[in-house]
């Protein structure tokens, strides 16, 4: 789910890198999430793939020839145009060559030359020894400095054989990162101390306490957070989620103890604080080195962890916005409502987790934000969109 990406004008540049069949699954991801696409092949990308594999998979329009220019319509200055983000995958040396020097000897080159928005993406797969070349590096540093992202190709097996830096990423960080693109800013500037995930509290070395949070709302919060523009910093329980790769700090903790620690050390430094994190309310007295036998683990005893968000609660300066996250299973509103006014927050996010549909471990979400005016009902969407709506809330309510 890209919901910045729907509908949206992409132009897909395809040269004749070996990983040309990844961009093929990249043009059938951009059908599923209904955004409008266009292809520009080179002449030596459709030595490799027919241009009707592109035109079939994504059901878009795929175009090659500098010169077939329709009355009123010249191929490159028009789809530099009509674009909205102009992507480049994969991006042979040659192509990474040719627009650096402002070359146009081709459609994809002439369209790039064209296109003059910063919308603009380029992922570079090739052999390492062409990749890490001295030449190759200054020409990428030259579209950086015009403006174009650049995405890092990863390390590894490569088609030839070697083992290196040169492959083709993951498709789904070209998608996140284009959202990261074309999304506002409203939160640039701002700095974002977001938790997410259970806590573990261990016992011992087989066992432990925790909950069924899941972290993915915290997780899509994070990723809004930074694709509107702020300095995003993720701390997270343990999870088996892959962190959206805009967000570049991420801190791992397992305890609340640590939790807490972490917290505190950037709470200062934050406008937004947001707790999605489950944090457990209770830890084991005394963890033991050795594996308990069943005849001692019922004899555990347990002690409270702190209220990390209520701590934060009493430190708070004005300005600093304290978000918290209210999971329910009775007296929902009630309990939210208390649950502000106890910790001192400045809003609460109300999870009703007694349903199956919705919630831990679920895609989908259901809410109700309060703070000590209003009240706001964001009924059950994916927990992108409620993370995208509570963003927004944020925005209109506190700035
Ligand atoms: N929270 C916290 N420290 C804790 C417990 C909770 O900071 N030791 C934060 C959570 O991150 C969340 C908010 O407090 O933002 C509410 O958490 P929740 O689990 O709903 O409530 P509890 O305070 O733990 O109360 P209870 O378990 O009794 O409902």
Redesign the pocket.
Known sequence: MYPYLKGKNILLGVTSGIAIYKAVDLISKMRQIECNPKVIMTKNAQRWISDQIFSAVGNCEVYYETFDVKTGWIPHTELSRWAELFIVAPATANIIAKISHGIADDLLSCTALAYSKTSKIIVPTMNVRMYENPINKKNLEVLKQNGWSIIEPEEGHLADGEIGKGRYPDNSEILEYSEYLLSKKDFMNKKVLV?AGPTVERIDPVRFLSNRSSGRMGYELAREFANRGADVTLISGPTDLKPPSIVKKIIRIES?KELREKVLEHFEDSDIIV?????S?VRIKNYSEQKLKKDTIVNLEIEK??????ELGRKKRDGQILV?????TENLKE?AIK?LKE?KIDMIVLNDVSREDIGFEKEENEVTIFTSKEELRLEKNHKRIIANNICDFIFSTFF
Not at 305 to 310: A, R
Not at 324 to 328: D, I, R, S, T
């Open positions: 938790t609340a707790m999605t994190a489950a944090v309310d962890n702190p209220d990390i968000i209520k918290g996250f209210a999971a329910e309990n649950k910790k």
